[in-house]
């Protein structure tokens, strides 16, 4: 099996560090250039929303985009983030815990997730012999296949070696005031 994985970008797992948009510009660098280049139109709330995930310092819920968003409507918030998703500038990121997050899609191209289930990281990768599998079970099964994602959970490179059992760095703080 050959993958390429790409950079690694904190989630916002349940670890006390909610409200992750921030003044900074770690993930959302360029989400308004990449929209711009849609064709679709850029409206005052389309601008909003793509502002607030600029500000993102990681992924961020829909929520927190409203949030940080006061001059848009929810269902307008809602739209946008869709719209983002749909052209490819934000890519959607279900959690083991049924929760869903959004991150700046570092690739247009069609990809997967794995997930540090210990400090919450999110890293890009592509494996085209498992979408062919993939492909091949969906026409074996006499099934007409629309697009799939695959979400692999588990525990990084980093928080293996750090700690084995727990969180290490800055989850380690969380985790031991609990």
């Not at 099996?1 to 790409?6: C, E, H, I």
């Not at 139109?41 to 607030?52: F, G, N, S």
């Not at 500000?55 to 269902?75: K, L, M, Q, T």
């Not at 083991?96 to 690739?107: K, T």
Request: overall charge negative; charged content about 20%.
């Amino acid at each position: 099996m050959t993958w390429t994985a790409n950079a690694t970008r904190s989630v916002g797992v349940d670890n006390g560090l909610n409200g992750n948009l921030g003044s900074g510009m770690a993930i959302g660098n360029g989400a308004t250039a990449r929209f711009a280049g849609t064709g679709h139109r850029m409206t005052a709330p389309r601008k909003a929303v793509l502002r607030a995930v600029d500000r993102a310092d990681g992924p961020f819920s829909i929520e927190e985009i409203y949030d940080a968003a006061p001059e848009v409507g929810r269902a307008t918030a809602f739209r946008t983030m869709k719209l983002l998703q749909e052209v490819g500038v934000v890519c959607r990121v279900p959690l083991e815990d049924g929760s869903v997050r959004y991150q700046l899609a570092e690739s247009e191209a069609h990809h997967h997730h794995l997930v540090c289930s210990t400090c919450g990281s999110v890293s890009e990768f592509s494996d085209h012999s498992l979408d062919r599998g993939i492909e091949q079970s969906a026409t074996a099964a006499g099934f007409e296949l629309d697009g799939h994602s695959v979400e692999l959970y588990g525990r990084c490179a980093e928080c293996r070696q750090c700690r084995p059992t727990g969180p290490c760095g800055p989850m380690a703080a969380v985790a031991a005031n609990s």
